[in-house]
């Protein structure tokens, strides 16, 4: 074993929680372990605070779980999954899980393998990569020992993920981990090392039999992490990408004809995740920078002497949003609908900063972004990607006074959330109609008139610009 294996971990398992695990474990004659993410993320020194602490118990691991809760309180309520012999409860702010020690074996055409009770070593080697393989002993005669047969100590500092046994091996079992590898170098920064990402390449086609909810926690995960174009470079030189998001893989390349050319559309997305990413923490934001462009490929269009034209790609990307949601099983209601508005509407600011910026542009702006309107702002912002320095700083100047823009119109008018101020029944009541095509366009053209700021947002004026309008379709308003 190696010598960093016998390191003190005694800072890792500070927390009561493990002594009382220790001590219940020798009671019960069992062995017991920490192991996983949490040791791994004690030693990056990453914050621990809510973690999910994993309890490796050779023996009993639902019976270890609730003897410990039962120490801890009589009111805590321990869940059991007994197909899986496992258990968990919560206690001090951590999610603590208790698992029995397993031995797997796979076959082919599955992620469910065969599962027979193990020991230690056993259940170390069916761990997905070394740097979470770790365990750290809870049992009297070494607790606080590290043990750690793969070196993931090593790897941890040379911030490399690798996985414990042959990856061919590792990737067929389990072809779920080829994302996890992703992931993970994502989300800490690594790297994976090549002969685990050459089997990542040689195994990709093996993602087709891992379900699509378990494919999108992954990639939710990179996308949240630090700079998700890290982990979206990965997905895409691993061949993954073309696999589980097509479209996205499709924005990738560049086509010249005579002296033009076009960005490479992949590579501006990436940015503009990234871009997104420094000034948000919304998933569903950098979801709308992943799909802004989407349609790029499908709308691409070379007209002679102009160049490479990508004409409605904001429409057509929008339409396409549902259909992707669906096939990810992503949600698909507010958040869908938020991504859809968000591409379809992720060009209006920046026509609006190159015109010149007129109250009314500004107000249907509004209208259509509604509280949307700031999140809209910082993707468009995100989505200037130019290599020139000049033209950056001009654009960005631009959208600054759009934004104060922004600001004046809706202080003076109030139209984020805006209904016009006569709905649809009084219309109805006012000219004694029945409901129908009139009543829509009625109520439709007081919402222009005050988008168009021919009339301020007010009842009164509303209603005398109504009785006008009806009055040049030949309505008069009922005496009743
Ligand atoms: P985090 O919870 O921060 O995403 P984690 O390492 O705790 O990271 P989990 O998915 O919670 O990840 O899994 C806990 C542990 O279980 C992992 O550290 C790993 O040892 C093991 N594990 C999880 N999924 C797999 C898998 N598909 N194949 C092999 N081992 C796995
Ligand atoms: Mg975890």
Known sequence: MNKLSYLNMNRCISDNIFTLISDFAQKSGVEAYVIGGYVRDCLLGRKNDKKDIDILVRGSGIDLAKKVAAGISSKIKVTVYKNFGTAMFRAGGHIIEFVGARKESYSSDSRKPLVEDGNLEDDQNRRDFTINAMAISLNKESYGQLIDPFKGIEDLEKKIIRTPLEPGRTFSDDPLRMLRAIRFASQLGFSIHPDTFESIKENAGRIS??????????????????????????????????????????????????????????????????????????????????????????????????????????????????????????????????????????????????????????????????????????????????????KIRQHLSNFRLVRQKLREIEQKDHIRNFQPPIDGNEIIKMFDLKPGREVGDLKDSIKEAILDGIIPNEYEAAKDFLIKKAAEMGLRPSSG
Request: net charge neutral.
């Open 209 to 390: 039999i891992v379900s699509y909810e378990r494919i999108t926690t992954e990639l939710n995960k990179i996308l949240m992490s630090p700079e998700p174009s890290r982990g979206f470079s990965l997905l895409y030189d691993s061949k993954l990408l073309e696999i589980i998001l097509p479209e996205v893989y499709m924005l990738k390349g560049v086509d010249k004809k005579e002296k033009h050319g076009h960005k490479d559309n992949f590579d501006h997305t990436m940015q503009v995740v990234d871009n997104v990413s420094q000034k948000s923490d919304s998933l569903w934001l950098r979801w709308a920078a992943l799909l802004h462009d989407i349609a790029k490929p499908v709308t691409k269009k070379y007209i002679e002497g102009t160049g490479w034209t990508f004409h409605g790609h904001e429409f057509i990307g929008s339409k396409m949003v549902p259909g992707i949601f669906k096939r990810l099983k992503l949600p698909m209601g507010d958040s869908m609908k938020y991504v859809k508005k968000l591409v379809a509407l992720h060009l209006r600011p920046i026509i609006l900063s190159q015109d010149s910026v007129t109250d009314s542009a500004v107000r249907r702006l509004l209208f259509d972004a509604g509280d949307d309107i700031d999140d809209l702002m910082m993707l468009c912002e995100a989505d200037i990607t130019s290599k020139n320095e000049k």
